[in-house]
């Protein structure tokens, strides 16, 4: 499943956010094992992390949301699915050299949790991270950007479409 979306402006990824992280809450629901994996693709000032801030914020998150450019990850935990906290973890790839430094950092773990994973320049760990649920490639046209998201599991595609 493919869609393509223009946010004309950073209001308009915070809506498309929002709209996400509803759908994100009630798939984290249905999700048994492994959580749900998002991969997050662009160039330098696409938005991939303002995308990233709107849906933790969208998820009840109430503090600045930074890119984990210089720590790889950032790990969340907001309100709850049911009684239990949701995790998420935050992944910046874009210092990776090596694909195999997914597997050197020991970030494989945090896939042992029932978890959201947001990652930013998954490409930088190709053929490490397995075939996301939802991909969305960010690119900036003008003051806009589109968006072109991509569903590569049922659940993925669960998530992609109230948007």
Not at 34 to 53: M, Y
Not at 54 to 63: D, E, M, P, R, S
């Amino acid at each position: 499943m493919e869609r393509v979306f223009v946010l004309a402006d950073e209001r308009a990824t915070h809506t498309f956010g929002s709209k996400l992280a509803i759908a994100l809450i009630t798939a984290m629901r249905a999700v048994t094992t492994h959580g749900i994996q998002v991969h997050l693709s662009g160039d330098l000032g696409s938005g991939k992390t303002t995308l990233v801030r709107a849906i933790l914020w969208a998820l009840g998150y109430t503090q600045y949301v930074r890119s984990p450019t210089y720590t790889l990850v950032e790990p969340y935990i907001i309100g709850n699915v049911d009684g239990v906290p949701l995790l998420v973890y935050h992944f910046d790839l874009y210092r990776f050299v090596y694909p195999s430094e997914w597997e050197d950092m020991g970030f494989r773990e945090y896939y042992d949790t029932q978890a959201l994973h947001l990652i930013e320049w998954p490409e930088r760990a190709s053929g490490m991270l397995g075939l996301p649920d939802l991909q969305f490639v960010l690119e900036v046209q003008g003051e806009s950007r589109k968006l072109t998201a991509r569903a590569y599991s049922e659940t993925g595609k669960a998530c992609l479409a109230p948007c």
